[in-house]
């Protein structure tokens, strides 16, 4: 075996390194399935071998869960065949059944992270004790990339702590912590740091049982199964729970819901078949496809830098000033430091300054308080962070980022001014959100040196990061930017210079289809709830109260007197006017399409006279109320995928996986769809651009696809088949 590596000590237990050669960390590889039934084998087979504690070898953590590119391409090799591929299924499921049948105690000693298929397998143990380290996180986040748990974790973890915690954390992707798995009856003991193998061992010597609960003949689900009162009711309440969250978009999540109402109605052997069957079948769906395409294998591309133009050597920046400690300010010096970045924060005065760091501390002794870091570590982290208004601090930065008001002039200023401070080399950022970069870069006297670094509010939270070239920045700035957003650990895109860059002028189309359904006559709170059940985050007019109407109105105002006689008045740009004159600035003031002085949020009254509703109710059951929905659904999302079509086209952007993912994890764009681009490619081209041409008859020119579209749809091909940059 190449990835278990065996010794057995004085006492017959025999310690199993789980370690998989050349990878920092292990994951569940096609060739370590393979090895699990001989891994097995040796433990039945060796007399020596009384017991069995499986941990990990590697320091990083003990399992990051399957080798997602492998089983994708696995277990859909034989695209149709569905015995082959339930059989590639069943090898994971079945090889660890074997493990928990082998007969002689099985322990894990969870030294790291475990996540799915690496919870699994110690859940296919008879006993787990986990170290205490608050970087530990044992869960199955399976269903973020469109799959569930399909290693026996429907099954098992249903059967130890019962039904519906099992379904909470599964559907919700949530991770416990040591202590919390321990509570939750998922683990048996959580013991210090490096003393993991020793319990698990102590467990064995005292008699450990080689017998899982569900294979004792008395054995009960915890808060009972379907046919008991109480389980009955969790599955009619998690049916509603989860068709509310999901809206019916993801298949995983309707179908792990029938492998566990379905497996444990039957013995776990059944159970985990059943379970295999459904995995099997949502692999295969085209929203699983997408999504493991866009949310993991394009992701990890990124996150290694795909896209950094080659031959320029690597930067590690450890210095970097950030101007302007608002609310942007803060969080990008929070994160820096997190990164062990040096980091100077400037503001106008020293208080604004303070109050800047103020947020990294909160959020730092957040952490401790929780005993996910020590105050050790959060002291460091701290140290590292100098607010200050002396632009001499600047001096040996590698990079600056100002995040200061969004006003031209201002921007200017700031940029003479840390320039005057910098040495060859270094770069500037701006996280403008709005203003071209290429009219921002005419204050700088290095425009080669000069890059939008936009980020995303909350800065701790959003995981992206758009890069925007100007028409002058050179590539080497490119690769520094890239190697800073890389270092504080967020996902990068690039993008060329256009009005609203990629992300926001993307986004700002389904506020504004939302703004078009409003005027036409739909009620809001139909146009809301349609947004959301297409999978969008939030409704079209919610996400407008949230990124604020002042702001839309300004940005309205600022794009009339940039394009003059050129501009077009988007649809609703009156009644979004009137409202801001009026003081409705959106949740911010408390005031928008929604009062929110109460909760739930109501909509604003006022509304109304307004936006009459005169499209009457949608809601009912008749054949014409699903065709409106169908069609409102398809509007928001059509008219999001052609300006990203649009975009593509004028060179915004040229990659099909930062198009996906800077929409998915940008604005939210329907995860479901695996993106934008996908979203056109599994509709297929012609067919996209025959229902765009009927959404410009029936509703105007803001549909019309690009040539570009025409030309492939001509062809047949796709944006992933023709423009596929992955390695
Ligand atoms: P903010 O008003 O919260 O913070 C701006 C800060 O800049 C203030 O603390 C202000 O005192 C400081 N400042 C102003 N002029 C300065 C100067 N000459 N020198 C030093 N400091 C100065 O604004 P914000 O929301 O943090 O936005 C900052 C920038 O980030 C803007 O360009 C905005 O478009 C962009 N942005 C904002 C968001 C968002 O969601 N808020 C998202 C992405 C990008």
Redesign the pocket.
Known sequence: MENFKIEIDADGIAVVAFDVPNRSMNTLTGAVIKEIPLLVEKIQSDDAIKGVVLTSGKATGFCAGADLADMASGMLSGAGDLQAAYDAGWALNGAFRQLETCGKPVAAAINGLALGGGLEFTLACHYRVVENNPKIQLGLPEIKVGLFPGGGGTQRLTRLIGVQTALMQMAEAKSWRPNDAKSAGVVHEVVEIGQSVEAAKAWIKNGGKAVQPWDEPKFKIPGGGPYHPMGAQVFIMGNAILRKQSYGNYPAVLNMMKAVYEGIQVPIEAGLRIETRYFIKTLMTPQAQAMIRSLFLSKQELDKGAVRPAGIPKSDPKKVTV???????AGIAYVQAMAGIETIL???TQE?ADK?KQYAVDLVQKRVSRGHMTQDKADGILSLITPTTDYDQIKGSDLVIE????NRE?KA??TKNAEAQLAKGAIFGS????LPITGLAEASVRPEDFIGI????PVDKMMLVEIIMAEKTSDEALAKALDYVLKIKKTPIVVNDSRGFYTSRCFSTYLMEGMALLEEGFSPVAIDNIGRSTGMPRGPLEMHDDVALDLSYKIAKQTREDLGDAYVPSAGEGIVATMVEGGRYGRKNGKGFYDYDQKPKVIWPGLAELAPTTKGDIFGESPEAFAAMDEMKTRLLYRQAVEVARCWAEGVIDDPREGDLGAILGWGFAPWTGGPITFIDQIGVAKFVETADRLVAAYGPRFEVPQLLRDMAAKGETFYGKFSKAA
């Open positions: 101007i302007g400690a608002g609310m942007m300010g400037i503001d106008q604004a800047g995040a200061v008001f969004e201002i200023t700031v996280n403008t959100s709005t936009h980020f995303f509010s």
